[in-house]
Each structure stands twice: as C-alpha cells, then as structure tokens.
C-alpha cells in the first residue's frame, strides 16, 4: 500500500476555499485515491474518491494530475462545521484494509 | 442515506472480561471491516471479512479477537479477556463490491468507545 503524507493541520477562516495536498509517491497503476473526513467521537465519513484528473461532486473537487503522485482535496467556502481531520488515503480494488495516516486537522475560524 | 450502525456506542467493562461490539453493515455490503483508534491516536485496521472468512487482519488482530456474521445482518467484534490497553474507539465499515466507484470505498458507522477498568 502506497505511503501518504499530508500536512500536520491548517487553518482557514469562514468562507474560504481550502486546499489540502497529500503525496503518494509510491502509488501503484491500480490505485484510487480516497478522502475521508472525521469529527471528534464519530467514524470517518467518506468525502470524495478518483483515479486521475478530477473529480467533483457536491461537497469537494478532488485534483490528481497527471503523475499522479500527489493529490489535492478542495473544500468551497469552508465553514466552522468543516472543522475536522481529512485523511487522503490510496488503495486497488480489492484492498482489504485502509492505512491511515495522522491526516490534517483543519480548523476553520469566524 | 443508509448508514453502518453499531452498539453500543459505549461499552465499559471490567478486564478480564469478555466484550461483544455489534455492527449492522449498509444492507447489500459483502466486505466488512474493524478498526481501532485509541484516544488521540491514528485510525488502525483490525480486520477485514468476506464471504464468512476472514481476508486480511492486522498484528493487533491477536487469538484474543473473533469477528462472526452470526446472521444475515450483524457483524460482530469479541475480545475474549479484555486488556487496559484495548480501551479505544471501535468502527466498523462495510463496501459493495458492486458500487458506483469501482475502488468500493468503505463506510463507517460511528463506532463503539470500549472503556476498560
């Protein structure tokens, strides 16, 4: 299973688009890439999913170029509920299990 | 939306003790999974499960734990003699294999807190 690593955390203010990078450098041809989103005392929800290019549905856009070692989740307009740890993690169909990293915390302000 | 459920959501037990965590996976789901997150800590994978067979489990996975699909819609977690140190949050997910996204990405519920003293 491929490595990441993402920023330890980041803060933004209300409003603002947020952009969180994730390298996977050793990500493998068969490999997606998945985000999760977490709040404290629940399970981590699923954001948003891709192979290449990207990919965007109702709560983010997911950014992979090209070479596809590195990713980019972005958040529109962030608010104070978007306060959370986002994880970006890479696995093929059929991966059994998920790696999680320390993911980053991102804290929104008003 | 259909959601993974557990319970309880949280479990005190004494040590020593035997514990059983229950999920109820999103219906159609064939895979099924447990995780661990101890307090401040990474999301860890325990296990993974399909077709009544485990597929994949982890060190932490130990004689301790079982995992069973006692019917068609539980999926459950045992630790036999409990430990301080398995105190953590507990989450289950399940995926289809058939889904819209062709990588099956899991869902969790959103756990079970499993408080030994």
């Known amino acids: 299973l491929a490595k990441t690593t993402q920023p330890i955390s980041m803060d933004s203010y209300e409003g603002q688009e947020v952009n969180i990078t994730c390298s996977h450098n050793?990500?493998?041809?068969?490999?997606?890439i998945t985000w999760y989103q977490q709040f404290p005392s629940q399970g981590p929800r699923f954001i948003i999913q891709?192979?290449?290019t990207k990919v965007t549905n109702e709560v983010a856009s997911l950014f992979i170029p090209a070479d596809r070692k590195s990713s980019t989740l972005s958040l529109p307009r962030v608010s104070l509920s978007d306060t959370a740890v986002y994880y970006c993690?890479?696995?093929?169909?059929?991966?059994?299990?998920?790696?999680f990293g320390t993911g980053t915390r991102l804290k929104v302000l008003a | 939306e259909p959601e993974v459920t557990q319970t309880p959501s949280h479990q005190v037990t004494q040590m020593g003790q035997e514990v059983i965590l229950r999920c109820v996976p999103i219906s159609n789901h064939l895979y099924f999974y447990w995780y661990r997150q101890i307090l401040g800590q990474k999301v860890e994978f325990l296990v993974s499960?399909?077709?009544?067979?485990?597929?994949?489990k982890s060190e932490i996975f130990d004689d301790q734990f079982s995992v069973e699909r006692p019917d068609g819609s539980n999926f459950t977690l045992k630790i036999r003699s409990t430990k301080l140190e398995d105190s953590a949050m507990y989450f289950c997910?399940?995926?289809?294999?058939?889904?819209?996204?062709?990588?099956?990405?899991?869902?969790f519920g959103d756990g079970t807190r499993l408080s030994i003293l």
């Open positions: 891709g192979y290449k």
């Open positions: 050793n990500i493998a041809t068969n490999d997606y």
């Open positions: 997910a399940s995926s289809d294999p058939s889904g819209t996204y062709s990588n099956q990405p899991q869902h």
């Open positions: 499960f399909y077709n009544n067979e485990i597929s994949e």
């Open positions: 993690l890479v696995g093929s169909r059929g991966t059994y299990k998920y790696i």
